[in-house]
């Protein structure tokens, strides 16, 4: 048993490298670990601790742990100033990462080879200040004449005629995290994602999915009671070219989290001003719903998410998630009839179980959602505007307003010798996208009579996934089938 014990703490810790327990990084930045996010829901469903969904939140083991996990990184220094108990504390410690990927697919209309990407990973602390940084560069070799972005952010075409050299696209990415840290608060600053409540694929306020924002937030616990605030500075248009980003997208938003042993309640706010920008709307104790309503209402767009999560037998989550976006009354939302009842829905569960074979810790798990999202959700009055987006993208469920999701994925975590471990998934997914008006984010909202996925075809995709982590060296590979074609091969070092 001891045994057992020992090897799931250290399969849990390898997704504790950074200061936060942060989103999963689906599109680029993937270091070594693969999903961890994934595993944390895992180990939360198995588990008997106080379940929390609000990422990124604190990691209160990164100081704890910083000397044994992060003195084997190529740089570390710790040291301290003062002696005993006026000691103050400090460490810092520096890996390169290296990583190659080989991309393609019928989405994309592209193929990505080689894709190269190095960089620095930076973490550390002084006393309560705790932070990290990873920051890459990408140079890409695409065979297509007009490349895309993979990652749906912005990106440079290098020409060989225009003294580049070669024909190569080349882009520089990060994501990081600053935090002041107290017994029961955390203020900081962050280029992230939200990820708000108890779903893992189809969660509605915010989503994994989303693309990365500037953010500035404030995090108090008091025992089983969560509070989030957050301010994030969101962008119009994925094009850098675009005079849509010479105006401003503001978003404030708060998460209320109860953590009652095998209960957990939340609630999600959240606010998008356009071109208005109002501080007040940071404080906690500020009701966004009601506040909504003393701005201009062509400039403000709100909504209001309530989500529950019950575990069983310390071996399956059920959760549900209800998010309104605007109604003209209950019995409207109710008949569902017309586009002024802009509301979405989603349902879940995970189910998994940890074993010990032959010294060997193995996490097996399940994950099966299904989510409804009615035409106009997210969208507003003009293009361009208040939409719930950032960088065309959805803040919240990623298959947008008028769809129907289900998605199911079996997986497998196998722990190996030392720090390495295979991870082994299906994901399935079937989709019905709606193209009537109402249907993509940016399409702007007139009261009319909406018809949900109207003569949507299905799209049916399988995901099988593998991946090896050793302690410097790493193996994914990702493999869509049927409706959705693809493939990303990576291999990562870190040092």
């Known amino acids: 048993m001891k045994k057992f014990l020992s090897a799931v703490l250290l399969l849990t810790s390898l997704a504790f490298s950074q200061s936060v327990l942060g989103t999963e990084h689906n599109r680029n930045l993937r270091t070594l670990d693969y999903l961890p996010m ?18 990124p939140r604190r990691n209160y083991d990164f100081v704890k742990n910083f000397a044994d996990k992060e003195s084997n990184a190529l740089v570390y220094y710790a040291d301290s100033l003062g002696a005993g108990k006026d000691a103050h504390h400090f460490a810092i410690a520096a890996s390169p990462v ?4 080989y991309r393609g697919g019928e989405a994309l209309g592209d193929t990505i080879w080689p894709g190269i990407d190095g960089g620095l990973y930076l973490r550390g602390y002084a006393d309560s200040l705790d932070f990290d940084l990873d920051a890459r560069i990408y140079a890409e070799q695409h065979a297509a004449k007009k490349p ?7 990106f440079d075409v290098q020409t060989e005629n225009g003294n580049a050299g070669a024909d190569y696209v080349s882009y520089a990415r990060y994501r990081a995290h600053l935090g002041l840290n107290y017994a029961w608060a955390r203020i900081s600053l962050a280029r992230d994602v939200l990820h708000w409540g108890p779903g893992y694929y189809n969660n509605l306020a915010f989503n994994q999915f989303a693309l990365p924002y500037n953010m500035l937030n404030l995090d108090f616990t008091f025992g089983p009671l969560r509070v989030f605030s957050v301010y994030a500075d969101l962008r119009v248009n994925s094009w850098s070219y675009s005079k849509d980003n010479l105006n401003d997208r503001n978003l404030y938003a708060h998460r209320y989290e109860l953590a009652l042993g095998n209960l957990t309640v939340g609630m999600s706010e959240l606010q998008v001003l356009y071109n208005e920008n109002k501080p007040w709307l940071f404080v906690p104790v500020v009701p966004l719903f009601i506040e909504k309503g003393n701005y201009t209402e062509r400039v403000n767009n709100g909504a209001l998410a309530f989500d529950i999560n019950y575990r069983l037998f310390n ?23 017309y586009s002024n009842n802009r509301w979405a829905g989603m349902l879940g569960m995970q189910a998994g179980r940890d074993f010990n074979v032959g010294g060997h810790a193995i996490e097996l798990g399940t994950v099966a959602e299904i989510a409804r999202v009615e035409p ?56 019905w996208k709606g193209v009537d008006a109402g249907s993509d984010i940016d399409d702007p909202y007139k009261t009319r009579r909406k018809r949900f996925i109207h003569s949507a075809p299905l799209h049916y995709s399988l995901a099988p996934t593998l991946s090896y982590r050793g302690a410097h060296v790493a193996f994914m590979g990702e493999y869509g089938f049927f409706d959705d074609k693809f493939v990303n091969l990576r291999l990562v070092f870190m040092f």
């Open 148 to 154: 895309k972005s993979f990652d749906g952010e912005v």
């Open 38 to 55: 994934l595993m944390d829901y895992h180990r939360q469903t198995v588990g008997e601790s106080r379940q929390f969904f609000t990422y």
């Open 98 to 101: 290296l990583g190659m990927d």
């Open 376 to 431: 106009y959700t997210y969208c507003h009055y003009d293009t361009a505007m208040a939409q719930m987006a950032h960088l065309g993208m959805p803040l919240g469920n990623p298959n947008g307003p008028n769809s129907l999701a289900i998605d199911w994925t079996i997986y497998g975590n196998l722990g190996l010798s030392g720090l390495s471990s295979l991870f082994v998934g299906v994901h399935h997914k079937w989709l």
């Open 315 to 337: 071996a399956v989550r059920v959760y549900g998630e209800f998010f309104l976006d605007d109604m003209e009354s209950p019995m409207a939302v109710y008949e569902n009839k």
